[in-house]
């Protein structure tokens, strides 16, 4: 079974901090992504990777950076936290190859920005 | 633009069945996605569909008219841990990203 583990389920932090969530898969999988889930709006990209290294803006990056410096991590940091960014964080990960591969989620960093 | 659209709740009885409906616009198409989501936890796969027709997979099965944009979610014999939040996501083309539904809420009433 695929494996993503987030760092944290739930996190606390003041305004201005930098916030640091981890991700890691252990399916060898070349596609991560950090999304956040906020009631009713729906799962939003904020970043993906293709592969080590690379990364492509989402939907709303504003505010948030990402690395990839190793295939099995993705990590999203919060270059200065504010309130606004209170919210479930889900990291995903997907092969590469046929169009059917679904994306496997982590179970989610419950983040509060104070 | 892109837009997929699932109604916010929808509420059904233990034991019935229930059809849970997802609308979309997109530019292209390459895909279809089921996903459930407890409350609190990750949202975990259900189906895919890339061709027209049905996909049975036990008590849920997932349709596609691709002609209409538009595809259902199945549940038979509903049972109480059905109670959840379901996804519906559009693999617009070739890339790896999805579009995502708001989710549509399901209350599973004895």
């Known amino acids: 079974d695929v494996k993503v583990t987030q760092s944290s389920r739930y996190l606390v932090k003041r305004t201005g901090e930098k916030v640091f969530l981890e991700c890691v898969q252990d399916?060898?999988?070349?596609?991560m992504f950090w999304y956040r889930q906020d009631p009713g709006l729906g799962l939003r990209l904020i970043y993906f990777s293709y592969d080590v290294k690379m990364k492509e803006k989402g939907d709303i990056p504003e505010g948030y950076s990402v690395s990839r410096e190793k295939k099995e991590r993705f990590s999203l940091i919060l270059e200065s936290a504010s309130t606004n960014q209170t919210s479930m964080y889900l990291c995903?990960?997907?092969?590469?190859?046929?169009?059917?591969?679904?994306?496997?989620f982590g179970d989610g960093t419950r983040l509060s920005i104070l | 633009g892109q837009n997929i659209d699932q109604p916010t709740e929808m509420t059904a009885t233990e034991g019935a069945i229930v059809q849970i409906n997802c609308t979309y616009q997109t530019s292209g198409f390459n895909g279809l996605f089921w996903y459930q989501q407890h409350a609190g936890e990750a949202p975990t796969f259900l189906s895919y569909n890339v061709l027209d027709g049905l996909e049975e997979k036990g008590r849920f099965s997932s349709f596609l008219s691709r002609s209409k944009g538009y595809s259902y979610l199945l549940l038979k014999e509903l049972q109480m841990k059905d109670s959840a939040s379901y996804l519906c996501?559009?693999?617009?083309?070739?890339?790896?990203?999805?579009?995502w539904g708001a989710g549509t809420k399901l209350i599973i009433k004895p």
């Open positions: 399916m060898d999988h070349e596609n």
């Open positions: 996501a559009v693999r617009e083309d070739s890339n790896y990203q999805l579009i």
């Open positions: 995903a990960s997907s092969a590469q190859g046929y169009s059917n591969q679904p994306q496997h």
